[in-house]
């Protein structure tokens, strides 16, 4: 089928105006546009109900898979949940309810051998979105895992995400100046706990190895700044609880890799 177009010169002002149209679908500022967030869909897992079975329940957000980055959210998340809930040596959990009834085959194994020393095990865990801006997402997970002894275990995690290349990023990718990054940290976790920038950072009870500051495993974003958390028994004893820092972003911006969009949206 041939098809006849127009003559160009019949309609010189609709060509131009479509063509100035598109130049500014193209040269439109970024910075103009609303930031681009992650769907999401809250999420719930509950284990069993049965008289051989642990108390189990599982609340996280669920990401839309729509794009990489939704996709790559929900892998760490569902990883993360199995590393805490895989009690199984032999399950091989794949996803969040194998994990549950991962929890559970651990628990009867252990009544099993043990049966009049078992207690009832106990797994919780909660995430949300704790910080998302233009170049970052962060989600908090926090849980409580008992299986037997004198207290439980709690635990927080934050996974962090660039929103750019739709990866988790390990902690040493999120600093631009590391060591600049430890000195300020240091500062601010003896303002906070009363330690004086001349005494050792022991001095008040802490656990650091070797009587030296670091970083704890556990850092993320929320609105009101950079968060560091050393979880329980990691420079503290279990009765301390986690021991929480926060800089605030004036502080912290000029050590972050991201932090040209770590404010979070106005």
């Not at 897992?45 to 329940?57: H, I, K, N, T, Y």
């Not at 979105?129 to 275990?153: C, P, Q, W």
Request: glycine share 8%; hydrophobic share 40%; charged share 25%.
């Amino acid at each position: 089928m041939k098809t006849t177009l127009a003559p160009i010169q019949e309609r010189p002002v609709r060509l131009l105006a479509r063509v100035f149209t598109a130049m500014l679908l193209i040269l439109v500022p970024a910075g103009c546009q609303e930031p681009e967030t992650l769907g999401f869909t809250p999420r719930e897992f509950l284990g069993q109900v049965c008289p051989d079975c642990p108390s189990v329940r599982v609340y996280v957000p669920e990401a839309s898979e729509e794009k990489a980055l939704g996709r790559a959210v929900n892998r760490s998340v569902r990883e993360e949940v199995i590393e805490w809930l895989d009690y199984d040596e032999v399950s091989g959990a794949s996803d969040i309810p194998e994990a549950i009834r991962a929890f559970g085959a651990g628990y009867r194994n252990l009544r099993e051998q043990f049966p009049d020393e078992a207690i009832g095990w106990e797994a919780t865990v909660e995430g949300v979105v704790a910080l998302e801006s233009d170049e970052l997402l962060s989600l908090k997970l926090d849980g409580y895992i008992f299986t037997g002894g004198a207290h439980g275990f709690t635990r927080t995690r934050y996974l962090n995400f660039d929103k750019k290349s739709a990866r988790e990023l390990d902690n040493r990718e999120l600093f631009r100046d590391l060591p600049g990054l430890e000195a300020l940290a240091e500062a601010a976790f003896r303002d906070s706990q009363g330690i004086a920038s001349d005494a050792e950072i022991n001095s008040t009870g802490f656990m650091f190895e070797d009587n030296q500051f670091r970083l704890p495993d556990t850092i993320g974003f929320e609105a009101e700044g950079l968060v560091l958390l050393y979880n329980p028994y990691e420079v503290a004893s279990y009765a301390d609880g986690p021991v929480r820092v926060v800089i605030p972003y004036a502080d912290a911006n000029p050590y972050l890799a991201l932090s040209a969009g770590m404010q979070p949206p106005a």
